[in-house]
């Protein structure tokens, strides 16, 4: 039995965010689902698995549904597949923020830097002086990345900043291009630099999984494996399932 994964975010004002946590659970809890559901003032971040029909009742009812009432009308959605529920329970938790990076002028309800589709992506970072940067973490851009892209050699993404600090000007770097997995980390790391003077920042829209979704392998300029934090752990073109050994450095 194949079963849908659907990952999703989306930066909203949700300042009530401490009385969603147990309505959420309680929906999640009567569709079966499994995974983990993020919570902060600033919006929702989540991963969750199921049937396919239990997942298109929580889209519903996240983006139309009665609890979130209408503020999640732009939710960043990608589905997947799974053959086993990649997920042991379910979580939801409340954060400070639902993508840590510890700035409070990186705020993407204020500003954003350009969103680029997927069909789109190859061009961009083809394009003479574009800086393009994986904003993941160091072990996962190790199981894949695009060529030519800078790892900025993170372990975590609240590390971003101090890496921009020492390696990113905004008079030598005129246009710098981001990507991670999903969208969430690059679009926040294109709200800081934004915030720090840089001009022209891209990020890739629905990042690595949209791209692998969507771009023919022959054309993918992708290389390697997309690791995700699921029991799944990386998957490939087409967002078919590697289940690649994930190796610990310890």
Not at 207 to 224: D, M, Q, T
Request: with cysteine.
């Amino acid at each position: 039995m194949q079963h849908r994964v659907a990952a999703f975010y989306q930066f909203a004002a949700l300042p009530d965010f401490r009385k969603l946590r147990e309505p959420l659970r309680a929906i999640c809890t009567d569709l079966k689902l499994k995974g983990s559901v993020l919570l902060a003032h600033e919006g929702i971040n989540g991963t969750l698995a199921g049937s396919a029909e239990a997942i298109s009742e929580l889209v519903e009812e996240l983006q139309r549904g009665v609890l979130f009432g209408g503020r999640l009308d732009n939710l960043e959605l990608k589905f997947s597949q799974a053959s086993t529920i990649p997920f042991q329970r379910l979580k939801i938790r409340l954060k400070k923020e639902i993508v840590t990076l510890g700035d409070a002028g990186a705020d993407p309800t204020h500003q954003v830097g350009i969103y680029v589709d997927p069909t789109d992506w190859n061009d961009l970072i083809a394009t003479p002086d574009t800086l393009v940067i994986d904003t993941r973490n160091a072990f996962e851009v190790a199981m894949g990345t695009f060529a030519g892209a800078l790892d900025p050699g993170i372990k975590s993404f609240g590390e971003f900043k101090d890496f921009a600090a020492r390696n990113l000007d905004p008079a030598k770097h005129r246009r710098v291009a981001m990507f991670c997995t999903g969208g969430i980390r690059c679009e926040k790391a294109s709200a800081y630099l934004l915030s720090r003077g840089f001009a022209e920042v891209y990020h890739l829209k629905g990042g690595i999984l949209k791209y692998l979704e969507g771009v023919p392998e022959a054309e993918s300029r992708w290389r390697g494996e997309c690791f995700v934090f699921d029991d799944r752990v990386a998957l490939g073109h087409g967002l078919r399932e590697s289940r690649m050994e994930h190796q610990s450095d310890e």
